[in-house]
C-alpha cells in the first residue's frame, strides 16, 4: 500500500551513451506510488545508470523525470529527496552507527533531540534497536546493510533506490534480507526501485519487474506475468528455465511439425515462431487430452534432485524437452525406463508463443 506521501515516477524517453555505446536507448517507465518495482537485466544493460540517472548523479543526454508531478532533470541529487542503499554499503568507518544514521538528518539541520528520536526509531525499524553505539567494525555484513538501510530510511524520503543492496551477503542472510526488505516495504509504502541482476531476487520481491536488456525496456510486468507470459526470447531465457521449439504460423493456424497447436493469446504473425515449454508446465499423460496440446516422445534421461526429478524427453528431429516433476509423484512410480515411450500433454493456457529472435 502507499503512504500518503508516496510519489510516482515517469521516465520519459530517457537516453544516455558514453562515446558510441547507447547505455540507455528511449527508456520510458512508469513507477506508481508506493510500488515496489525491480529493474532486472544482466551485467552492463544499463540498470545503474538508470538509477544514476534517477538519483541525479548521471545527467541523461535527452528525456525527461517526474517525481509526481515536477520535472527533476535539472534538479541536484540533495534536492530530489531519494534515500539510496548501495551493494557496498557506503557507510562511514569513523562514526558509530547512530552518527551514521544521524548524517543525512545532520544535513537536513534536524535538532538533537529529534534526530536522537529518529535514529532509534529507525534503528528499531531495522531490528537493530540499541546497536547505536556500536562501532561499524563490530557489525557483521548483513547488520552493516541494515544500519545503511535505516540511512536511508531515516528521512523519511519519498522515493528508495536500491542498486544491488544484498550482492555482497551470503544465500541464507540474503534470502532472509529480502524478506526483512519487502516487510519493511509493506510497512512504509514508499516507492522503491531496486536493481538486481538475480531473477529469483526479483521474482520474490517485487510489485512488478522491469526487465532491461542492453539499455532498452524489454518488458513490464507483474513477476507472474514475467514468468508465465514472457514478450520474448530474451526474457523468457532470462528468468527461469526453457526450451523453445520452432513452430510455424499459418493463415493464424498454429503447427508443430504437422499436430495443431493451440495457444492463449493472439496469434503471431504467419512464418517461424517459437514455442516455450517450462519444465514444470510438461505433464505425464495417458494420450491427447481436451484442453492440452499433446506431445509423444522417448526418455532419454533422468536426474534425482531432492525434491525433484528432471526427466529429459527427446521428441524426435533432435527436439529435446525437459520435464520436472515432484520426486514422490505418483506417476514417477510407473515411468517407463529409458528409450520408452510416453505422452506429454501442455496446457493450452500454459502454451506461450514467441517471435522467432529477439
Ligand atoms: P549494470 O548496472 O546493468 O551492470 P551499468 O549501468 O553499470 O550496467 O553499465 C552499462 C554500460 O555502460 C556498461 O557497458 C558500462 O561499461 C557502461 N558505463 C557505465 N558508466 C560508464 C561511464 N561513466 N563511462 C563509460 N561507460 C560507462
Ligand atoms: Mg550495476
Known amino acids: 500500500m502507499a503512504s500518503a506521501s508516496a510519489l510516482d515516477i515517469h521516465v520519459r524517453q530517457v537516453s544516455k551513451s558514453y562515446g558510441a555505446v547507447a547505455v540507455l536507448d528511449r527508456v520510458d517507465l512508469h513507477v506508481?506510488?508506493?510500488?515496489?518495482?525491480?529493474?532486472?537485466?544482466?551485467?552492463?544493460?544499463?540498470?545503474?545508470?538508470?538509477?544514476?540517472?534517477?538519483?541525479?548523479?548521471?545527467?541523461?543526454?535527452?528525456?525527461s523525470i517526474l517525481f509526481g508531478t515536477q520535472e527533476v532533470i535539472?534538479?541536484?541529487?540533495?534536492?530530489?529527496?531519494?534515500?539510496?542503499?548501495?551493494?557496498?554499503?557506503?557507510?562511514?568507518?569513523?562514526?558509530?552507527?547512530?552518527?551514521?544514521?544521524?548524517?543525512?538528518?545532520?544535513?537536513?539541520?534536524?535538532?538533537?533531540?529529534?534526530?536522537?528520536?529518529?535514529?532509534?526509531?529507525?534503528?528499531?525499524?531495522?531490528?537493530?534497536?540499541?546497536?547505536?553505539?556500536?562501532g561499524i567494525h563490530e557489525l557483521s555484513g548483513g547488520q552493516r546493510q541494515r544500519v545503511a538501510l535505516a540511512r536511508a530510511l531515516v528521512f523519511e524520503p519519498r522515493i528508495i533506490l536500491m542498486d544491488e543492496p544484498l550482492s555482497a551477503l551470503d544465500k541464507q542472510l540474503r534470502e532472509l534480507m529480502q524478506l526483512e526488505l519487502r516487510r519493511l516495504h509493506e510497512k512504509l509504502g514508499t516507492t522503491t526501485i531496486y536493481v538486481t541482476h538475480d531473477q529469483r531476487e526479483a521474482l520474490t520481491m517485487s510489485d512488478r519487474i522491469a526487465v532491461i536488456d542492453k539499455g532498452k525496456l524489454a518488458q513490464l510486468d507483474t513477476p507472474q506475468r514475467i514468468y508465465s507470459k514472457p514478450s520474448s526470447r530474451f526474457v523468457a531465457e532470462f528468468i527461469g528455465e526453457s526450451t523453445f521449439l520452432d513452430v510455424t504460423m499459418a493463415a493464424g493456424v498454429c503447427r508443430y511439425?504437422?499436430?495443431?497447436?493451440?495457444?492463449?493469446?493472439?496469434?503471431?504473425?504467419?512464418?517461424?515462431?517459437?514455442?516455450?515449454?517450462?519444465?514444470?508446465?510438461?505433464?505425464?499423460?495417458?494420450?491427447?487430452?481436451?484442453?492440452?496440446?499433446?506431445?509423444?516422445?522417448?526418455?532419454?534421461?533422468?536426474v534425482f534432485q531432492g525434491d525433484t526429478m528432471r526427466i529429459e524427453i527427446d521428441l524426435g528431429g533432435g527436439d529435446i524437452v525437459t520435464l520436472r516433476v515432484p520426486a514422490n509423484s505418483a506417476g514417477l512410480k510407473s515411468l517407463p525406463a529409458d528409450g520408452g515411450s510416453i505422452t506429454l500433454g501442455l496446457a493450452i493456457a500454459d502454451t506461450t508463443l514467441l517471435p522467432d529472435g529477439g
Not at 506508481?32 to 538519483?55: N, W, Y
Not at 534536524?110 to 529518529?118: L, Y
Open 257 to 302: 511439425r504437422d499436430a495443431v497447436i493451440k495457444a492463449d493469446g493472439a496469434p503471431l504473425r504467419d512464418g517461424r515462431c517459437l514455442m516455450m515449454i517450462r519444465p514444470e508446465q510438461l505433464q505425464i499423460v495417458d494420450g491427447a487430452q481436451d484442453g492440452m496440446n499433446c506431445f509423444g516422445g522417448r526418455i532419454v534421461g533422468r
Open 32 to 63: 506508481q506510488a508506493g510500488e515496489f518495482l525491480t529493474l532486472l537485466g544482466p551485467s552492463g544493460s544499463g540498470k545503474t545508470t538508470l538509477l544514476m540517472v534517477l538519483a541525479g548523479f548521471t545527467r541523461p543526454d535527452s528525456g
Open 74 to 134: 535539472r534538479l541536484a541529487p540533495q534536492k530530489r529527496d531519494l534515500g539510496m542503499v548501495f551493494q557496498n554499503y557506503a557507510l562511514f568507518p569513523h562514526m558509530n552507527v547512530a552518527a551514521n544514521i544521524a548524517f543525512p538528518l545532520r544535513l537536513r539541520k534536524v535538532g538533537a533531540a529529534e534526530s536522537a528520536r529518529r535514529v532509534e526509531a529507525a534503528l528499531e525499524m531495522v531490528q537493530l534497536g540499541g546497536y547505536g553505539a556500536r
